[in-house]
Protein backbone atom coordinates (compact mmCIF):
# COMPACT_ATOMS: atom_id res chain seq x y z
CA UNK A 1 0.00 0.00 0.00
CA UNK A 2 1.11 3.71 -1.07
CA UNK A 3 1.65 5.77 2.05
CA UNK A 4 0.42 9.28 1.94
CA UNK A 5 3.68 10.59 1.77
CA UNK A 6 5.11 8.34 -1.20
CA UNK A 7 1.76 9.78 -3.04
CA UNK A 8 2.63 13.44 -2.68
CA UNK A 9 6.43 12.80 -3.33
CA UNK A 10 5.11 10.51 -6.54
CA UNK A 11 2.97 13.62 -7.46
CA UNK A 12 5.54 16.39 -6.86
CA UNK A 13 7.91 14.38 -9.47
CA UNK A 14 5.06 14.34 -12.07
CA UNK A 15 4.37 17.85 -11.20
CA UNK A 16 7.95 18.89 -11.34
CA UNK A 17 8.67 16.45 -14.49
CA UNK A 18 5.82 18.32 -16.19
CA UNK A 19 7.25 21.87 -15.72
CA UNK A 20 10.29 20.58 -16.82
CA UNK A 21 8.94 18.93 -20.39
CA UNK A 22 6.69 22.34 -20.38
CA UNK A 23 9.91 24.63 -19.90
CA UNK A 24 11.97 22.61 -22.97
CA UNK A 25 9.43 23.14 -24.85
CA UNK A 26 9.22 26.69 -24.21
CA UNK A 27 12.09 27.94 -23.12
CA UNK A 28 12.85 30.92 -25.52
CA UNK A 29 15.73 30.98 -27.84
CA UNK A 30 18.85 30.83 -26.17
CA UNK A 31 17.46 30.01 -23.02
CA UNK A 32 19.09 26.86 -21.01
CA UNK A 33 16.53 24.36 -20.15
CA UNK A 34 17.57 25.13 -16.90
CA UNK A 35 16.48 28.67 -16.57
CA UNK A 36 13.76 28.07 -18.20
CA UNK A 37 12.80 25.31 -15.45
CA UNK A 38 13.80 28.18 -12.83
CA UNK A 39 11.41 30.85 -14.17
CA UNK A 40 8.56 28.60 -14.84
CA UNK A 41 8.68 27.46 -11.03
CA UNK A 42 9.10 30.56 -10.03
CA UNK A 43 5.92 31.37 -11.75
CA UNK A 44 4.00 28.52 -10.38
CA UNK A 45 4.74 29.56 -7.05
CA UNK A 46 3.66 32.77 -7.67
CA UNK A 47 7.48 34.26 -7.11
CA UNK A 48 8.18 37.20 -9.65
CA UNK A 49 11.46 36.21 -11.26
CA UNK A 50 14.41 38.39 -12.12
CA UNK A 51 14.09 39.41 -15.72
CA UNK A 52 17.49 39.58 -17.48
CA UNK A 53 18.64 43.25 -18.79
CA UNK A 54 21.60 43.93 -21.03
CA UNK A 55 24.09 43.27 -19.06
CA UNK A 56 22.79 42.73 -15.85
CA UNK A 57 20.07 41.27 -13.69
CA UNK A 58 16.63 42.94 -12.41
CA UNK A 59 16.70 42.21 -8.53
CA UNK A 60 12.88 40.66 -7.43
CA UNK A 61 10.17 42.50 -6.24
CA UNK A 62 11.01 43.66 -2.56
CA UNK A 63 14.62 42.30 -2.48
CA UNK A 64 17.04 45.23 -1.33
CA UNK A 65 20.36 44.99 -1.04
CA UNK A 66 23.29 47.28 0.16
CA UNK A 67 22.54 49.79 3.12
CA UNK A 68 25.02 51.23 5.77
CA UNK A 69 28.30 49.83 6.33
CA UNK A 70 31.29 50.97 8.96
CA UNK A 71 34.64 50.27 6.71
CA UNK A 72 38.02 51.87 6.67
CA UNK A 73 39.20 53.48 3.17
CA UNK A 74 42.56 52.52 1.83
CA UNK A 75 43.94 56.25 3.16
CA UNK A 76 42.98 54.59 6.77
CA UNK A 77 40.24 56.73 7.28
CA UNK A 78 37.14 55.09 8.59
CA UNK A 79 34.29 55.46 6.49
CA UNK A 80 30.39 54.82 6.12
CA UNK A 81 27.71 54.75 3.67
CA UNK A 82 26.99 58.18 4.44
CA UNK A 83 30.43 58.81 2.87
CA UNK A 84 28.70 58.27 -0.76
CA UNK A 85 25.53 59.27 -0.34
CA UNK A 86 23.89 61.00 -3.25
CA UNK A 87 26.57 59.23 -5.09
CA UNK A 88 26.19 56.13 -7.62
CA UNK A 89 28.59 53.48 -6.70
CA UNK A 90 30.32 49.90 -8.63
CA UNK A 91 30.90 47.97 -5.67
CA UNK A 92 32.75 44.53 -5.70
CA UNK A 93 33.65 42.34 -3.39
CA UNK A 94 37.10 40.66 -3.54
CA UNK A 95 40.52 40.19 -1.82
CA UNK A 96 44.14 41.33 -3.12
CA UNK A 97 45.88 37.57 -3.39
CA UNK A 98 42.96 36.74 -5.38
CA UNK A 99 44.72 35.10 -8.49
CA UNK A 100 42.40 35.23 -11.48
CA UNK A 101 38.64 36.32 -11.03
CA UNK A 102 39.36 39.50 -8.82
CA UNK A 103 41.42 41.42 -11.12
CA UNK A 104 39.28 40.24 -14.03
CA UNK A 105 36.23 42.02 -12.53
CA UNK A 106 37.97 44.85 -11.51
CA UNK A 107 39.16 45.35 -14.95
CA UNK A 108 36.27 45.31 -16.30
CA UNK A 109 35.14 47.96 -13.74
CA UNK A 110 37.48 50.33 -14.74
CA UNK A 111 37.01 49.80 -18.34
CA UNK A 112 32.83 50.27 -18.13
CA UNK A 113 33.56 53.45 -15.88
CA UNK A 114 36.70 54.59 -18.58
CA UNK A 115 33.86 54.08 -21.40
CA UNK A 116 31.22 55.92 -19.99
CA UNK A 117 33.95 59.29 -20.31
CA UNK A 118 32.89 62.25 -18.25
CA UNK A 119 29.60 60.66 -17.57
CA UNK A 120 31.22 57.62 -15.59
CA UNK A 121 33.11 60.22 -12.87
CA UNK A 122 29.20 60.25 -11.19
CA UNK A 123 29.91 56.58 -10.53
CA UNK A 124 32.61 55.68 -7.49
CA UNK A 125 34.06 52.33 -8.11
CA UNK A 126 34.69 50.52 -4.85
CA UNK A 127 36.32 47.26 -3.59
CA UNK A 128 35.36 46.02 -0.29
CA UNK A 129 37.82 43.03 0.62
CA UNK A 130 36.66 39.61 1.95
CA UNK A 131 39.84 38.70 3.30
CA UNK A 132 40.41 41.65 5.70
CA UNK A 133 43.38 39.99 7.50
CA UNK A 134 45.63 40.55 4.87
CA UNK A 135 43.78 43.43 3.06
CA UNK A 136 44.99 46.12 5.60
CA UNK A 137 44.69 49.44 4.19
CA UNK A 138 48.07 50.20 2.77
CA UNK A 139 48.06 46.46 0.92
CA UNK A 140 44.48 47.94 -0.56
CA UNK A 141 46.19 51.19 -1.56
CA UNK A 142 49.00 49.61 -3.64
CA UNK A 143 46.61 47.38 -4.91
CA UNK A 144 43.46 49.85 -6.22
CA UNK A 145 46.02 51.96 -7.63
CA UNK A 146 46.76 48.97 -10.41
CA UNK A 147 43.08 48.98 -11.38
CA UNK A 148 41.66 52.99 -11.51
CA UNK A 149 43.27 56.23 -10.43
CA UNK A 150 39.42 56.56 -8.27
CA UNK A 151 39.19 53.24 -7.06
CA UNK A 152 38.23 53.17 -3.40
CA UNK A 153 39.51 49.95 -1.42
CA UNK A 154 37.51 49.34 2.10
CA UNK A 155 38.96 47.20 4.77
CA UNK A 156 37.91 46.67 8.45
CA UNK A 157 37.39 43.92 11.45
CA UNK A 158 36.29 40.85 10.17
CA UNK A 159 32.68 41.77 12.08
CA UNK A 160 32.56 45.37 9.94
CA UNK A 161 33.14 43.34 6.59
CA UNK A 162 30.93 40.26 7.38
CA UNK A 163 28.16 42.80 8.36
CA UNK A 164 28.47 44.57 4.74
CA UNK A 165 28.71 41.41 2.94
CA UNK A 166 25.33 40.20 4.67
CA UNK A 167 24.05 43.34 3.38
CA UNK A 168 24.91 42.90 -0.12
CA UNK A 169 24.68 39.04 0.43
CA UNK A 170 28.03 38.35 0.04
CA UNK A 171 29.30 34.85 0.11
CA UNK A 172 33.11 34.36 1.44
CA UNK A 173 34.73 31.59 3.33
CA UNK A 174 38.44 30.47 3.20
CA UNK A 175 39.69 27.92 1.75
CA UNK A 176 42.66 26.06 1.98
CA UNK A 177 44.42 24.47 -1.14
CA UNK A 178 46.92 21.24 -0.32
CA UNK A 179 49.43 22.44 -2.01
CA UNK A 180 49.19 25.82 -1.25
CA UNK A 181 51.10 27.32 1.67
CA UNK A 182 48.71 30.28 1.84
CA UNK A 183 44.37 30.53 1.63
CA UNK A 184 42.69 31.89 -0.79
CA UNK A 185 38.92 33.01 -0.54
CA UNK A 186 36.06 31.67 -2.16
CA UNK A 187 33.66 34.44 -3.17
CA UNK A 188 31.07 35.30 -5.02
CA UNK A 189 31.68 37.95 -7.42
CA UNK A 190 28.95 39.98 -8.31
CA UNK A 191 29.41 43.75 -9.10
CA UNK A 192 26.63 45.85 -7.50
CA UNK A 193 25.57 49.38 -9.40
CA UNK A 194 24.64 51.29 -6.25
CA UNK A 195 22.55 54.33 -6.08
CA UNK A 196 22.96 57.93 -4.59
CA UNK A 197 20.46 56.11 -1.69
CA UNK A 198 23.32 52.95 -0.96
CA UNK A 199 20.63 50.67 -2.29
CA UNK A 200 21.54 47.80 -4.94
CA UNK A 201 20.01 49.04 -8.48
CA UNK A 202 21.41 46.13 -10.53
CA UNK A 203 23.61 43.06 -9.51
CA UNK A 204 26.25 42.06 -12.59
CA UNK A 205 26.97 38.55 -12.97
CA UNK A 206 30.71 37.92 -13.14
CA UNK A 207 31.71 38.09 -16.65
CA UNK A 208 29.90 40.77 -18.29
CA UNK A 209 31.61 42.62 -20.39
CA UNK A 210 32.84 46.10 -20.17
CA UNK A 211 29.88 47.23 -22.97
CA UNK A 212 27.18 45.81 -21.65
CA UNK A 213 28.02 47.12 -17.93
CA UNK A 214 28.82 50.83 -18.89
CA UNK A 215 25.45 50.59 -21.18
CA UNK A 216 23.10 49.76 -18.12
CA UNK A 217 24.84 52.02 -15.37
CA UNK A 218 24.63 54.38 -18.41
CA UNK A 219 20.57 53.78 -19.31
CA UNK A 220 20.58 54.15 -14.78
CA UNK A 221 22.17 57.16 -14.60
CA UNK A 222 20.15 58.58 -17.51
CA UNK A 223 16.58 56.88 -15.97
CA UNK A 224 18.01 58.91 -12.64
CA UNK A 225 18.11 62.15 -14.26
CA UNK A 226 14.87 61.93 -16.43
CA UNK A 227 12.99 60.95 -13.21
CA UNK A 228 14.29 64.39 -11.28
CA UNK A 229 13.99 66.83 -13.80
NI1 LIG B 1 38.40 36.86 -6.31
Not at 74 to 79: E, F, I, L, N, Q
Not at 200 to 227: I, K, W
Amino acid sequence: MLSAVRVVSLLLLLVLGGVWAYAWATRAPGEGVAEAFAGRIGRLFGAEMPVPSAGGVQLAQGVSLGGPFNLTDHTGRAVTERDFAGRWMLVYFGFTYCPDVCPTELGTMAAALDAMGPAGEAVVPVLITVDPERDGPAQLADYVSRFHPRLVGLTGTPEQVADAARRYRVYYAKARRSEMTDYLVDHSGFTYLVGPDSRVRTPFRPGTSPEAMAAAVSAQLANRSAATR
